[in-house]
């Protein structure tokens, strides 16, 4: 399946989402509009700096999983399935339901807290009402716009299932942006020894350099071929192995010879020998507590025990 938007210079509300499989198309009035100055002609986007940017990347992976989703159940029609869905999502308030519906979806299949939990965590912690501000989701966080700040709410379960993701499917540019170096360094135990950790490492890099190197999308130059840019980052690894010896932390070693790949690498190997979602838990306390102190607790209801993290929202000026 592809799924594409595009502009109808012809409806007021002009931006338009089409699902296509092989010779069937389906076209969804996403119900916004957008200003054809500030229309990406060349990638068929809108601008990053939109409101609903990251609304549309929700609301398209959304589709995809729906999608394989009804394959497995060996539904036919899928694309008019998918359309009367969308159009369920956009019925009250358009595209800024999908934000929520979409929200939801993903809440209730996780195990998160569902959209409305955050907007009272919100409204409890700064006194605002929904006049007063308005919602941008990214992944599984959300971001409330006030008239003077912005402000980012996170969960433990949140976090939790974003650092699994990226790190199962091997996302290194997120793994990169996304987390710290100093968590993941405080999260190492030097106990792990030297053959066991380059052993695993080892694997992952032949899997960098094999079917991964151009999914997680590592950069390559304009005048750089693919077998150079392999070769450069085989010298990176080489230099990392020179440099290890038994008390070396892996983790900062490996984001001080090249945050790009080597670190990401690490962050995989060293969760991969560990409990993944133990590591997720600890980076967790660690972002929340030890580590931040700008991110500030919410507890929806005064009977709530303090170490119920599935209860408490964590929120603080998005910078």
């Given at each position: ?98 934000s929520k519906n979409v ?42 716009h006030t ?173």
């Open positions: 399946m592809i799924v594409k938007y595009y502009l109808n210079l012809d409806s007021d509300k002009n931006l338009f989402c089409q699902i296509i499989d092989e010779n069937i198309k389906e076209s969804i009035n996403m119900k916004y509009y957008v200003d054809p100055k500030k229309w990406n002609y060349n990638n068929q986007k809108i601008n990053g700096n939109d409101f609903h940017f990251f609304t549309l990347k929700n609301f398209e992976s959304y589709l995809f999983n729906r999608y394989y989703d009804l394959q497995k159940l060996g539904k036919e029609r899928i694309l008019e399935s998918l359309k009367l869905e969308a159009l369920c999502l956009l019925k009250d308030s358009g595209i800024d339901d999908i929200f939801n979806f993903y809440a209730d299949k996780f195990g998160l807290n569902r959209y409305d939990k955050y907007i009272q965590a919100f409204e409890k912690f700064t006194g605002l009402r929904p006049k007063d501000y308005k919602v941008q989701i990214i992944d599984y966080i959300l971001h409330f008239s003077n700040e912005i402000y980012e709410m996170d969960t433990y379960a949140g976090k939790s299932l974003m650092l699994k993701e990226i790190i199962q499917n091997k996302r290194y540019s997120d793994i990169e942006e996304l987390t710290e170096v100093d968590i993941w360094s405080e999260i190492y135990d030097e106990n792990i020894g030297k053959h066991k950790f380059l052993s695993k490492m080892s694997n992952e890099f032949e899997i960098c350099l094999d079917d991964n190197f151009r999914r997680t999308g590592i950069f390559i130059g304009p005048n750089e071929s693919l077998e150079n840019r392999k070769n450069e980052i085989r010298k990176m690894f080489q230099k990392f192995i020179d440099q290890s010896n038994r008390n070396t932390n892996w983790i900062d070693l490996a984001w001080n010879i090249n945050e790009e790949i080597l670190y990401p690498l690490a962050v995989i190997t060293m969760t991969g020998i560990y409990d993944l979602q133990v590591c997720c838990l600890e980076y967790c306390e660690l972002d929340f507590y030890d580590q931040n102190e700008e991110w500030k607790s919410i507890c929806l209801g005064d009977d709530l025990e303090n170490d119920d993290n599935d209860q408490v929202f964590y929120i603080r000026i998005f910078k």
